[in-house]
T-cell receptor, first 115, second 116 residues
Framework: GAVVSQHPSWVICKSGTSVKIECRSL??????MFWYRQFPKQSLMLMAT?????????EQGVEKDKFLINHASLTLSTLTVTSAHPEDSSFYIC???????????FGQGTRLTVV | GDSVTQMEGPVTLSEEAFLTINCTYT??????LFWYVQYPGEGLQLLLK?????DKGSNKGFEATYRKETTSFHLEKGSVQVSDSAVYFC???????????????FGTGTRLTIIP
């Protein structure tokens, strides 16, 4: 299958700072990328859907000013957690698909710990 | 709204044992159902899927049958191997309730460990 690379795999940051997570499709062009968050012992929850060249669509309850998503190219999307707080500590996962109705491929996830 | 309920883990089995991981769902329309697997250090990978009632998805010895009457999609394998140790996620995609958006709704994941 196609490869989606997420970086970093884990990050620790201080409360109040911002953290950027990258999601790259390595061998295909991704018109759509998805960002998920998973708290311990809970489901992966979709945060937002981003289409290349347009603004991301955020799920209900997700603060768009706190979780900035940029999908500037067909191979790269970034999620920036602004002014991070301990409650933002979570596992963040991206996925990418080439076209509508095709399989979405997942990155390996990023474990964010805010101290 | 849509939801997926998956049996809690962790599950530990001996090699060659029979595996069942239960998954039930709630959906407004007629969802497609999926099992994803995440091996250590890797991203989620699609293991199998079924798009309509009574369909059976299968891959790598794993099977799951879409049961509309019981709203279930249980994952089974007749003889597990150490290499099957991973986290397994049940998921659904309901175009009707999500107005044509193919977003996935996941269960909590079940960690499976197979011991030799």
């Amino acid at each position: 299958g196609a490869v989606v690379s997420q970086h970093p795999s884990w990050v620790i940051c201080k409360s109040g700072t911002s953290v950027k997570i990258e999601c790259r499709s390595l061998d295909f062009q991704a018109t759509t990328m998805f960002w998920y968050r998973q708290f311990p012992k809970q489901s992966l929850m979709l945060m937002a859907t981003s289409n290349e060249g347009s603004k991301a669509t955020y799920e209900q309850g997700v603060e768009k000013d706190k979780f900035l998503i940029n999908h500037a190219s067909l191979t790269l999307s970034t999620l920036t957690v602004t002014s991070a707080h301990p409650e933002d500590s979570s596992f963040y996962i991206c996925s990418a698909r080439q076209r509508v109705h095709t399989e979405a491929f997942f990155g390996q996830g990023t474990r964010l710990t805010v101290v | 709204g849509d939801s997926v309920t998956q049996m809690e883990g962790p599950v530990t089995l001996s090699e060659e044992a029979f595996l069942t991981i239960n998954c039930t769902y709630t959906a407004t329309g007629y969802p497609s159902l999926f099992w994803y697997v995440q091996y250590p250090g890797e991203g989620l990978q699609l293991l199998l899927k079924a798009t309509k009632a009574d369909d059976k998805g299968s891959n790598k010895g794993f099977e799951a049958t879409y049961r509309k009457e019981t709203t279930s999609f249980h994952l089974e394998k007749g003889s597990v191997q150490v290499s099957d140790s991973a986290v397994y996620f049940c998921a659904l995609s309901d175009l009707v309730s999500n107005f044509g958006n193919e977003k996935l709704t996941f269960g909590t994941g079940t960690r499976l460990t197979i011991i030799p």
